[in-house]
């Protein structure tokens, strides 16, 4: 027995989602660079470095966000299902963003000793008060298995179940993500601003969901037209 394995149809659809996606990542990236530039720490000068690292981090949690969101967005608005179509693609550049956000900060902080960086890295965490590193380290670890695992040939393979079972796991990144920020940025940066921000995505995330649930609860439990 044998699958028979298909490639990605590119088509413009496609191409211009990408496009789009690209596109926004690198203003992004060049926004967050700007005005760290602008509006530099007090008492450090500007490290493109930490600034490429922070950027790809926030950069990477706020396309998370975003994946999370798309679901129920579409569940209330059907004319955001296109959005929903490509979620897949967005969920790959997601774990690129992440993995950029990893390996800075393995170069950066671990790169330049006596010790391979990966065990710098674990050692260090291990003697820290809580260990924020592992928190991200799990949560990449999900973002890679969904984004290897984002073709149509293992959701077959897989079965829809363990498929689906699989790509739940996003919510348990998230969570993660969430730890791994509250006890590793914010206990340096002590700006109101990070915070403020990340809580604002959980509430909207969290409503999102609820609103989303009620209305499709409310036509689930809503009479069958009646037929004459």
């Not at 004319?79 to 690129?96: C, E, I, K, S």
Request: hydrophobic share 55%; net charge positive.
């Amino acid at each position: 027995m044998s699958v028979k394995y298909t490639g990605i149809g590119w088509n413009r659809h496609k191409r211009v989602y990408d496009a789009c996606v690209a596109g926004a990542i690198l203003g992004y990236l060049g926004v967050f660079a700007a005005l760290a530039q602008v509006l530099p720490e007090p008492g450090h000068a500007p490290d493109p470095a930490v600034t490429l690292i922070r950027a790809t981090g926030t950069g990477a949690l706020a396309l998370l966000v975003i994946v999370l969101c798309i679901g129920p967005l579409a569940r209330l608005d059907t004319r955001l299902l296109p959005l929903l179509y490509n979620r897949r693609h967005l969920g790959v550049a997601t774990f690129l963003l992440a993995l950029v956000h990893a390996l800075g900060v393995l170069v950066y902080y671990h790169g330049f000793g006596d010790v391979n960086p990966l065990i710098s890295l674990l050692v260090n965490s291990s003697r820290s008060g809580m260990p924020f590193e592992f928190f991200g380290i799990g949560a990449l670890a999900i973002l890679f298995l969904m984004a290897a695992t984002s073709h149509d040939f293992w959701l077959k393979n897989l079965t829809p179940r363990v498929w689906k079972t699989l790509h739940m796991s996003v919510y348990v990144a998230f969570a993660l993500l969430v730890l791994h920020v509250a006890f590793g940025v914010f206990q340096a940066d002590r700006s109101p601003v990070y915070p403020a921000l990340l809580g604002v995505a959980i509430v909207a995330l969290g409503a999102l969901h609820l609103v989303a649930g009620r209305r499709e609860l409310a036509r689930d439990d809503a009479p069958p037209p009646e037929t004459e």
